[in-house]
């Protein structure tokens, strides 16, 4: 979209993780957490711009997606969600559209969502949106205070919460829809006088109707679709429902799951219809398997090329390998990378299944001392 410009908030260390590597880093389904936002702007939402705002292993991000067509804005010190995207505000410098705000730790939230999303703070004319949720706990979430007639009067922190504010359970998303124009004038005057002592983006609401612009809120009917990832196991629940989804891509796709519980299927593996995944197989990185394949029970394919009506069986693991067309790998086979498979003949009566492994080529070395 020509009138949008994306902000990705992916400063933060993520010190719940407890992990040496900056939470956005970590993987889901095969790709880091970052990656969805990224996808989402780039190829979902296609805005005009993608900003994505780092701090902590900065360099370990850049050079992650170095070769996307993104920009990097550096929060040195992180003081909070406002200050944060002030950190973004020069490269809004003559952009006069909506700036859409996501969460680099928000990875589920789907294309759907944000287009409707979109939308409705366009209907409303709003001058600010925030994409929130119900949930049953809200510990620890900003709260969401509206006017009788449902339009957004504020958001309030948890620490800063009263006890009846407390009992609200719409919550803050960290997504927000701003008009540029306000967003950066907003920005100059966000004070920190908070339990927190940071620069709270949620107080452009205030600022906003207290300039007499409407503020909206469009509530998502799924929490899962909007968590954040702040824990191991947040981030363990978030894979499982990537996994669950991509496999039931697959199978709508004309691929048979015989156990889709039992079945682990990265992001970006491809897998041809007809073909047949048994229990307990695990598809990793740039994997791809063809049409009318079998692969069988406790099988591990890594960014392996495997060409049509091939069998693997029981057990096997292959690794940076390639695989023709009608070959048959197994029981208990292992493909190291650069591994070569292919049928060595063709059978009168039919295909027959002996393949030939073709090693790269070591150099003898001579013996000295033998003429």
């Known amino acids: 979209m020509e009138d949008i410009v994306t902000v990705i908030l992916a400063a933060g260390k993520g010190t719940r993780m407890k992990s040496d590597l900056v939470k956005v880093l970590h993987p889901l389904l095969g ?81 759907e969502t944000l287009h409707s999303f979109i939308d409705m703070y366009k209907e409303n ?82 600022i906003a109707r207290e300039r007499g612009f409407r503020c909206s809120a469009h509530i998502v009917a799924d929490p899962m679709e909007v968590m954040g990832i702040n824990t191991r196991v947040d981030l363990a629940m978030a894979n499982e429902s990537l996994r669950q989804e991509k496999v039931r891509e697959l199978m709508l796709s004309g691929v048979t799951v015989v156990d889709p519980k039992n079945t682990y299927v990265e992001k970006i593996v491809e897998v041809g219809k007809d073909t047949i995944i048994y229990p307990c197989c695990i598809l990793q990185g740039k994997t791809t398997i063809g049409e009318h394949c079998t692969i069988e029970h406790n099988s591990k394919i890594s960014d392996s090329t495997v060409g049509d009506e091939v069998t693997i069986r029981s057990n096997s693991i292959i690794t940076g390998s390639k695989v023709e067309d009608h070959a048959s790998i197994g029981p208990f086979a292992l493909l190291r990378s650069l591994s070569k498979i292919r049928v060595k003949q063709k059978n009168i009566k039919g295909w027959s299944k002996k393949v030939k492994l073709r090693p790269k080529k070591m150099k003898k070395k001579k013996d000295s001392n033998f003429k």
């Open 125 to 206: 004319e709003s001058a600010l949106s925030v994409l929130t949720t119900v949930v049953e706990k809200p510990l620890g979430y900003g709260r969401i205070l509206r006017t009788p007639e449902g339009w957004l009067k504020r958001i309030v922190e948890e620490k800063d919460a009263s006890e009846e504010e407390r009992t609200v359970r719409e919550i803050n998303t960290g997504i927000f829809c701003v008009k540029a124009s306000f967003l950066k004038e907003g920005l100059k005057v966000i004070g920190r006088e908070n339990a927190q002592k940071e620069y709270y983006l949620t107080d452009l609401v205030e």
């Open 31 to 111: 790709l880091p957490m970052l990656s969805y936002s990224i996808e989402l702007s780039l190829d979902g939402i296609k805005a005009e711009k993608t900003i994505v705002v780092v701090g902590h292993q900065a360099n370990y991000i850049q050079e992650r997606f170095k070769d996307l067509n993104i920009e990097f804005a550096l929060q040195e010190e992180q003081l909070g969600t406002g200050h944060a995207v002030l950190q973004a505000a020069p490269f809004l410098h003559s952009f006069s559209g909506t700036v859409l705000i996501l969460c680099g730790d928000v990875p589920l939230v789907k294309l």
